[in-house]
């Protein structure tokens, strides 16, 4: 099992099915950003139809002990490329006082029925920084030479 040598963040993790094991939750390799998480599903596993989401369970808990550090779910880039198997709601995040299991949404872009098999990886696990803002009402905003223009303000090229 490779061992991140360049770890700072201590996340305690707790298992909470015998399909998902410590075995199977580390770095791919050394310089991997995220952890692989995987689906806890019974064998065969889910078949997720074309334009539909399943909520697939990560047979894990963590609480990550530093503050102002939280999870963040993105797709894996193989199985969007590949299958067509994406994070559905973009990046999903877990607050660092959640200590439910972590569940991963994925949604179904191909044109085809996609089998998930039982422990397949399925999503990637990334801990970042986040700041908590300041809100200060305001009656106007400064002003930039953009302005509101959006959607295509700025042009295409």
Known sequence: MPQNLL???DVRVKFLSPLCTSEQF??????SAGIDLRACVSAPGVVVQPGKRYLFPAGIAI?????GVAGFIFSRSGLGAK???TVSQGVGVVDPDYRGEIMVSLLNTATEERLVQQGQRIAQLVFLP???????????????PRGAGGFGHTGKM
């Open 130 to 144: 986040f700041f908590h803002a300041a809100i200060l009402p305001v009656e106007e905003l400064g002003t930039t």
């Open 63 to 67: 609480e990550i002990v530093q503050p």
């Open 83 to 85: 299958q067509g198997l």
């Open 7 to 9: 770890h700072g963040l």
């Open 26 to 31: 580390y770095y791919a390799t050394e310089a």
